[in-house]
């Protein structure tokens, strides 16, 4: 399954009232190569992995996320997120070769 | 080399092998769990937090028992303990003892987070305790365990 680096999906409820504790899910396709495995050919697949997620709401940064190459393939994290205000909740991915990853979703309430 | 001395030997050898076998045997009986905490994890616990010890309760850690498929792993990770703008969990750490990697990941909340909860999926080596420890802002640590048994490796 070739993978599109960096390609990222982030899933809030669609029906959000202010002072909702929500659920937040988050996956970002990235190979998360431990660099302990080896190709077909036999040669050492470097390591490639995220190890540095931030999370920011609005202006604030909400939760940072601190990884080793332990996590899976396409990365998946889900949490909670206190919704009291309008504003774009943003993902910045970060991995051990320098790629940096980002997505945004508004949360807006109904 | 007499006779003598050779049967000497072997009785001599054969009574220190059996004294190892019993030894394993009786290593065999007792459960190894969570409830030992490794001397290599004892030392990723003392770099990340010192000498603060880590309590039993507040953290509920949810693991299969047995995953098949050790590359993808899924752990959730809840706490009881408040959100609340002057006292809250201010990180959530995910260790696993027979992984290359030790300490697998750090997730640091704040209080916008609204309730410590942290849900991922991770790679296991082989079976090995699973261990959460949640970190307060006032620097109380509480901590989980449990086993997993894997089948297929997932690290390499």
């Not at chain 1, 320098?98 to 997505?103: A, D, E, N």
Request: proline share 6%; glycine share 8%.
């Amino acid at each position: 399954m070739p993978v599109e680096l960096g390609a990222a999906r982030i899933l809030v409820p669609a029906s959000i009232r202010r002072g909702d504790v929500i659920d937040v899910r988050a996956l970002v396709e990235h190979p998360m190569a431990t660099g302990l495995f080896r190709d077909a050919q036999g040669n050492p697949i470097p390591a490639h992995f995220i190890n540095d997620v931030s999370v920011t709401y609005g202006d604030h940064e909400a939760a940072h996320f601190v990884w080793s190459s332990g996590i899976s393939r396409d990365p998946f994290v889900e949490f909670s997120l206190r919704a009291d205000r309008e504003a774009p909740l943003t993902f910045t991915w970060k991995d051990n070769k320098g790629g940096v990853f980002q997505q945004s979703v508004d949360i807006r309430f109904i | 080399m007499s006779a003598f001395s050779r049967r000497l030997f072997l009785h001599a050898s054969g009574l220190a092998f059996l004294g190892v076998a019993a030894r394993h045997l009786a290593a065999l009986g007792r459960p190894r769990s969570s409830d030992d905490v490794p001397w290599k994890v004892q030392q990723v616990l003392k770099q990340l937090f010192g000498d603060r010890a880590v309590q039993h309760g507040h953290v509920q850690l949810d693991v299969p028992t047995v995953a098949a498929d050790g590359r993808v792993v899924p752990v959730m990770i809840e706490s009881d303990l408040p959100m609340a703008p002057d006292r809250y969990v201010k990180a959530v750490h995910l260790l696993v003892d027979n992984n290359p990697d030790i300490h697998l990941a750090e997730f640091r909340l704040t209080p916008q987070i609204g309730q410590a909860f942290v849900s991922t999926r991770i790679k296991m080596r082989m079976t090995s305790p699973v261990r959460a420890v949640v970190e307060t802002s006032d620097g109380a640590l509480w901590g989980a365990a449990a086993d997993v048994r894997v089948t297929v490796n997932g690290c390499g």
